[in-house]
C-alpha cells in the first residue's frame, strides 16, 4: 500500500480586531511569536515538500516556520488551495450578513454568498489538488500550510461527506494529519 501523508497547517493569525470575513482577501499574518513556530516546526517531517495557497498569509506562516527550524525540500504556491471565497460578504462583519434562518450543515455546504463560491465549490477545486499532489509524492511528506475552509474540504474529501467537516473547528497554526493511501502507483 503506497500512501501520501499530508500534514495541514492552518495559518498563523490575522489581525482582525473586528471580526471582519477575510475569506479570500490577502491579509498579513501576525507571526511575531516565534516560540509558537518552533514548537510546530518540531512537530513536522523534515524535508517535505510544503505547499502555500496564494494568499500572503500562508507564505508568511511557512516562512515563520522555516525561521523556527523546519527544513523542507521544496516551496510551492498553489491557487486552489486558496480560502473560500465569501463573495459581497468579504469585509463585512457578521452582525451586516442578511438572517439566513435555520441551515442545515448540508444546506450549509451548498450555500454560495452573493458573488462568491460555496463550501462545494471549495471541495471541488481542492480535491484535484491533492489528488495531483498525491501522485508525486508518494511515501513523501507533503506540507501544506493554508486555511480552514481548505483543511475542512480535505477531510471532507478523506470522510467522503461534504457537511460534516463543516462543524470541524480549525484553529490558527493547528495541525491535521490526513493519509491519502493508493494500493497501485497511478
Given at each position: 500500500m503506497l500512501e501520501t501523508r499530508w500534514h495541514l497547517i492552518r495559518h498563523a493569525?490575522?489581525?482582525?480586531?473586528?471580526?471582519r470575513i477575510y475569506g479570500s482577501s490577502d491579509k498579513s499574518a501576525n507571526t511575531s511569536n516565534a516560540n509558537a513556530f518552533q514548537l510546530l516546526a518540531?512537530?513536522?517531517?523534515?524535508?517535505g515538500i510544503a505547499i502555500t495557497s496564494h494568499l500572503r498569509r500562508t507564505q508568511q506562516t511557512l516562512d515563520?516556520?522555516?525561521?523556527?527550524?523546519?527544513?523542507v525540500?521544496?516551496?510551492?504556491?498553489?491557487?486552489?488551495?486558496?480560502e473560500q471565497d465569501f463573495g459581497d460578504w468579504e469585509g463585512k462583519l457578521f452582525s451586516e450578513l442578511p438572517d439566513l434562518g435555520l441551515l442545515g450543515n448540508e444546506d450549509l455546504a451548498n450555500f454560495s454568498p452573493p458573488n462568491g463560491e460555496s463550501f462545494k465549490d471549495v471541495c471541488d477545486?481542492?480535491?484535484?489538488?491533492?489528488?495531483?499532489?498525491?501522485?508525486?509524492?508518494?511515501?513523501?511528506?507533503?506540507?501544506?500550510?493554508c486555511h480552514a475552509g481548505t483543511i475542512r474540504a480535505?477531510?471532507?474529501?478523506?470522510?467522503?461527506?461534504?457537511s460534516i467537516p463543516l462543524k470541524f473547528e480549525i484553529n490558527n497554526l493547528s495541525l491535521t494529519r490526513i493519509r491519502v493511501l493508493s494500493e497501485t502507483q497511478y
Open positions: 493569525p490575522v489581525d482582525n480586531p473586528e471580526g518540531q512537530r513536522l517531517p523534515r524535508e515563520a516556520l522555516i525561521s523556527g527550524g523546519l527544513k525540500s521544496a516551496q510551492i504556491i498553489e491557487n486552489r488551495l486558496g477545486r481542492v480535491k484535484p489538488i491533492i489528488v495531483e499532489i498525491s501522485k508525486i509524492a508518494l511515501n513523501a511528506p507533503v506540507l501544506v500550510i480535505a477531510i471532507a474529501m478523506a470522510l467522503e461527506n461534504y
